[in-house]
């Protein structure tokens, strides 16, 4: 039997951080945790068009703290601010609590699992080709320097009588390699046949070649075991292999 495991839950506390940040006392972490839950609901609910694939919820005593990720900031701040502060008192009229909103532009959208993920199920809904959307998504995500990506389409796609799924990849794909930035994303598109899920992911690269390279890829020679030391003088005995430095940063 297979054993799947969410692929951002699986690198949690290791190569990746919580969406919520904050510590509960005994008989409080149910309520917070519910709260949570019904802000990124009223979030994504209200302003789905703005492309949000990500909120991050803090909490400082009474203040809320939440960072919106979108691909669309001025959809969601409006003119002059106008719909940032609606949202804001929205939300404190939703939690009672004092709410700071932060808004995080995201410059690459079509690396973003979650988005690439919606953007299938928009094009679905409007009765497009499954097989021409899914190739024509994976075909922007590897143009814009991902290593590997992979979408996958389930239920009665083309109004089919039969339910089935349907895989398309390109790249590699290293789902239980924990160093491996893979990001993934899950939407529903809701047809008239029924409900049509898109599961993607996206590998973006090891964490610690990107962040000491700068690179997508981190195929240079630090990264090969056995090969010598930088600045080292030619004909230097070889280094040791850089897997668990790359791990650590």
């Not at 803090?58 to 969601?76: D, F, M, Q, S």
């Not at 009588?161 to 239980?176: F, H, M, N, V, Y």
């Not at 899920?197 to 990107?210: D, E, S, T, Y």
Request: with cysteine.
């Amino acid at each position: 039997m297979g054993q799947k495991i969410h692929p951002n839950g699986f690198r949690v506390g290791i190569t990746k951080d919580w969406d919520s940040r904050w510590y509960a006392k005994r008989g409080e972490f149910g309520k917070f945790l519910l709260e949570d839950n019904k802000v990124r609901k009223f979030i994504k609910d209200q302003y789905y068009f703005a492309a949000i694939p990500k909120i991050e919820i803090e909490r400082r005593g009474e203040e809320l703290i939440i960072l919106v990720h979108t691909a669309r900031p001025g959809v969601l701040i409006g003119r002059k601010g106008a719909k940032v502060d609606k949202l804001k008192g929205d939300l404190e009229g939703l939690t009672g609590r004092t709410v700071t909103l932060n808004v995080h532009e995201i410059t690459r959208p079509e690396l973003d699992a979650q988005l690439v993920a919606e953007n299938v199920a928009e094009q679905l809904k409007k009765r497009s080709s499954f097989r021409r959307t899914m190739k024509k998504a994976m075909e922007l995500t590897m143009d814009r320097g991902a290593l590997g990506v992979r979408v996958r389409c389930s239920g009665r796609l083309g109004g089919a009588e039969i339910a089935r799924t349907e895989d398309q990849s390109k790249g590699s794909i290293p789902l239980q390699t924990l160093t491996a930035d893979i990001d993934y994303g899950f939407a529903e598109a809701h047809c008239t046949y029924g409900i049509i899920g898109i599961k993607c992911w996206i590998f973006k690269g090891p964490f610690g070649a990107r962040k000491a390279g700068g690179g997508t890829t981190g195929r240079g020679t630090a990264g090969r075991a056995g090969a010598p030391p930088a600045g080292a003088p030619s004909g230097a005995p070889a280094g040791p292999a850089r897997g668990a430095v790359a791990a650590a940063e």
